[in-house]
C-alpha cells in the first residue's frame, strides 16, 4: 500500500502488509512453510530472507500489518505475548535496572517479572496505574528504564491515562510500555497518545478465534526499533508461518469484531447491574467507573471484558462459573466465542499472596459475539 496516503482502520486492516501474490496474484498472502532460502551467490540474499528465524515473508506481512494498525513504524511478532514481553525487557533493560508496574496486571506478567527477569537482575515496584502521582512515586531516577500500564488492566478493568503517564515516564528518562491486548489496536492507539512501545497478546483480539497463540511489539523510533530486532533474532522466540497467517486472517476483522464485542458487553452490563447477586460491576463504560472519562477520551468504545463481583463470596463465583454453558470455562479471552473465569483460581493464581491478588469474588467475563439473547440467558441460568 501507498504509505503516504492516509487510510482508515479497517482498510489497513485488510491491505497492509497484504499485497496480492506477485507470481500468482492471490489476494492472501502464502504460508511460507521454510526454514531456509537459495542465497543468489554467498552473501547474496533474495529481498533479505537468509533463514526464518530471522525473517520469513508471511511474518513479515503481519508484522507490515501490525505497524499499520498501531500506528507506528515497525512491527515485530512473536510466538506468544510473554515472548514479546521478555524480548522487550532484555533489549531495553540491563541487570540492575528497574521497571515500574502495574499494581493489577495479568498474572503471567507479574510471573515473568517476578520470577524470571528478577533472577537476571531487573527490579519492579507496584504502581496504581489510576494514580499518576503513584507512578511518579515510584520510579527511581536514574534506575528506572521502564513504565509498564495495562489499560484497561487485567482482570479489574481500572485505567490509565496513558498521556499523562507517558509524560511522567519521559520526564524520568524512561519508556512507556503499554500492553494494548484488551483494547485492541480498533479501539486505542496507545503510540498516539505518547507510548514507546505497544504490547499485543494476539493470541487474543487480533487473532481472534481461539485457535493460534502469539504476541507483538509495535515501536514508532528507529534506534528502539533495531534493539528490538537484533534481541527478536538473537533470542529467537519469533511466531512461524502458519501462526503469522492465522493472525492475519483474524486482524481483517477485528474492527466488526470489536464492535460487536462492544456491543453485546454493554448489555451484559446492564443486566449484571440490576441483578440481585451481583454486588458490583467492573466495566469501563459505566458512568460511574473511576476510569470512564479516561476511557471515553482515549477509547473509540469500552471492549468486551467485563468483571463482576458476586454477594456469595467465592463459593458462589465458582458455581456460576460452573453452572454456565454458552460462557465457555476456560482462560484467555478475546475470541469470537464467549468465556467465563475465576481469576482468583485461574488466570491470576500465580499473584496469590502478593500486593496483585485479585478478589476471591470476582468473576472475569470475556464476551463473544453470539446472539446476545443467548447470552443473557445463560448468565440468568449460571446465577440463579
Known amino acids: 500500500m501507498n504509505k503516504e496516503r492516509q487510510y482508515g482502520f479497517e482498510t489497513l486492516a485488510i ?21 531456509t532460502y537459495k542465497q543468489d551467490g554467498v552473501g547474496g540474499l533474495r529481498n533479505g530472507y537468509e533463514y ?15 505497524a499499520a494498525i498501531e500506528a507506528g513504524n515497525r512491527g515485530f511478532a512473536f510466538a506468544s505475548g510473554l ?8 533489549s531495553v533493560c ?15 506478567t507479574f510471573r515473568l517479572f517476578s520470577r524470571v527477569l528478577s533472577n537476571w ?7 496504581a496505574v489510576t494514580h499518576p502521582e503513584a507512578i511518579r512515586a515510584a520510579i527511581q531516577p536514574g534506575k528506572t528504564k521502564v513504565v509498564w500500564l495495562e489499560t484497561p488492566t487485567n482482570p479489574l478493568l481500572n485505567v490509565a491515562d496513558i498521556a499523562i503517564v507517558a509524560q511522567i515516564a519521559h520526564d524520568a528518562g524512561a519508556l512507556l510500555v503499554v500492553d494494548n491486548t484488551f483494547a485492541s489496536a480498533y479501539l486505542q492507539q496507545p503510540l498516539e497518545l505518547g507510548a514507546d512501545v505497544v504490547v499485543h497478546s494476539t493470541t487474543k483480539y487480533m487473532g481472534g478465534h481461539s485457535d493460534v497463540v502469539g504476541g507483538a511489539l509495535v515501536v514508532r523510533d528507529a534506534e528502539l526499533a533495531e534493539k528490538i530486532a537484533f534481541h527478536q533474532n538473537a533470542i529467537g522466540a519469533v511466531a512461524g508461518p502458519f501462526d503469522s497467517w492465522l493472525v492475519l486472517r483474524g486482524i481483517k476483522t477485528l474492527g466488526v469484531r470489536m464492535d460487536r464485542h462492544s456491543d453485546n ?3 451484559v452490563v446492564e443486566f449484571l447491574q440490576r441483578h440481585k447477586s451481583v454486588s458490583q460491576v467492573l466495566y469501563p463504560g459505566i458512568d460511574g467507573h473511576p476510569g470512564h472519562e479516561t476511557a471515553a477520551k482515549q477509547m473509540k468504545r469500552f471492549g468486551g471484558i467485563v468483571s463482576f463481583r458476586v454477594a456469595g463470596g467465592e463459593a458462589q463465583a465458582l458455581d456460576i462459573c460452573n453452572k454456565a454453558e454458552v460462557f465457555t470455562l476456560g482462560e484467555s479471552l478475546g475470541g469470537v466465542e464467549s ?8 488466570t491470576h493464581a500465580s499473584v496469590a499472596g502478593t500486593p496483585l491478588e485479585v478478589p476471591a469474588d470476582l468473576i472475569r467475563l470475556s464476551v463473544g459475539i453470539e446472539t446476545v439473547d ?5 448468565l440468568e441460568r449460571a446465577l440463579g
Open 15 to 35: 491491505h497492509a502488509g497484504n499485497e496480492p501474490d506477485p507470481t500468482t496474484g492471490a489476494v492472501v498472502p502464502p504460508i511460507y512453510a521454510t526454514s
Open 265 to 267: 458487553a454493554e448489555k
Open 83 to 90: 515472548a514479546a514481553e521478555d524480548t522487550l525487557i532484555r
Open 374 to 378: 443467548d447470552l443473557l440467558q445463560d
Open 339 to 346: 468465556l467465563i473465569e475465576h481469576p482468583g483460581k485461574m
Open 52 to 66: 526464518s528465524r530471522s525473517a520469513n515473508p508471511t511474518r513479515t506481512a503481519l508484522e507490515e500489518c501490525l
Open 94 to 108: 540491563a541487570p540492575g535496572d528497574h521497571v515500574v508496574f502495574p499494581d493489577d496486571a495479568y498474572g503471567g
Open 121 to 127: 537482575g531487573v527490579e519492579m515496584t507496584p504502581a
